[in-house]
């Protein structure tokens, strides 16, 4: 009986990490279109254990990538389809067509994501991207790199 209350005590304590990490995917899947804060919460999250916050993980994001080259100054900005791609892309080691490596940017990830089969829509690198199909996107580069391993 000992042992069942030190367990229930146990999981009471980790169980609002879990209900934070939902109550973010929840606001990322309602999104229109999708923020920079989303974006780099979805990317970061990959290959870190630890909850990052939108806001820090849009700073960390900043500080491996420029942003503000491609428009992205606050993490309330819109990410566009072809950014998220090539950020996917980078983010994850994806392979790289020939455009990609002579002109790397969101034009030709969007290419090659399309090449690869991980992107499945016709948009442009300049259209908008809701926070479903975002999350759509990475689970299938995911399950892509799974493949290739």
């Known amino acids: 009986m000992k042992r069942y209350v030190v367990c229930f005590f146990l999981l009471s304590l980790f169980l609002p990490l879990f209900a934070q990490s939902n109550d973010v995917i929840d606001s ?3 999104e ?4 920079a804060g989303s974006a780099a919460y979805i990317l970061l999250s990959i290959d870190q254990s630890g909850d990052l916050g939108k806001d820090d993980a849009f700073e960390a ?6 942003l503000a080259k491609y428009g992205v ?27 990609s490596f002579i002109f790397a940017g969101p034009r030709y990830a969007v290419r090659d ?3 690869l089969g991980i992107l499945q829509t016709r948009g442009d690198a300049k259209s908008s ?15 892509e790199l799974e493949e290739r391993s």
């Open 28 to 30: 990322v899947l309602s």
């Open 32 to 35: 229109k279109s999708l923020s």
């Open 61 to 66: 994001l900043r500080g491996k990538f420029d």
């Open 129 to 143: 991207i809701s926070g479903e199909e975002a999350l759509s996107l990475t689970g299938r580069a995911l399950t």
């Open 113 to 115: 994501l399309r090449f």
């Open 73 to 99: 100054d606050s993490v309330s900005d819109e990410v566009s389809l072809g950014l998220f791609a090539y950020l996917l892309q980078q983010e994850l080691d994806l392979p790289r067509g020939i455009g």
